[in-house]
Nanobody, 115 residues
Framework: QVQLVESGGGLVQPGGSLRLSCAASGFTFSSYAMSWYRQAPGKKRELVARVSSGGGITNYADSVKGRFTISRDNAKNTMYLQMNSLKPEDTAVYYC????????WGQGTQVTVSS
């Protein structure tokens, strides 16, 4: 069955960096675009970034452009989100998403940006 497992979240000070990973299994990873979403307390889940199946095309929310970088390693069935210059408003649970025949989500990883 499809599994998406996020890791790499944690507590970081404003201006710091984190790298999230999403390990995928149960489907042909290299055939599908992948996305990162986030959900802050009391807010709707929002798209952060998306990467094409081959990794050559990326899209970002305006709020993270220039600070976050999405990438993938199809040989390792893994997607990444490098987050730099983190701000308190980046605090959220970050989710990995794959849309194949169905819409799949990971369990999420908490990112907290606070001094």
């Amino acid at each position: 069955q499809v599994q998406l497992v996020e890791s790499g979240g944690g507590l970081v000070q404003p201006g710091g960096s984190l790298r999230l990973s999403c390990a995928a299994s149960g489907f042909t990873f290299s055939s599908y675009a992948m996305s990162w979403y986030r959900q802050a307390p009391g807010k709707k889940r929002e798209l952060v970034a998306r990467v094409s199946s081959g990794g050559g095309i990326t899209n970002y929310a305006d709020s993270v452009k220039g600070r976050f970088t999405i990438s993938r390693d199809n040989a390792k069935n893994t997607m990444y989100l490098q987050m730099n210059s983190l701000k308190p408003e980046d605090t959220a649970v970050y989710y990995c998403n794959a849309v194949t025949q169905f819409n799949y989500w990971g369990q999420g990883t908490q990112v907290t940006v606070s001094s």
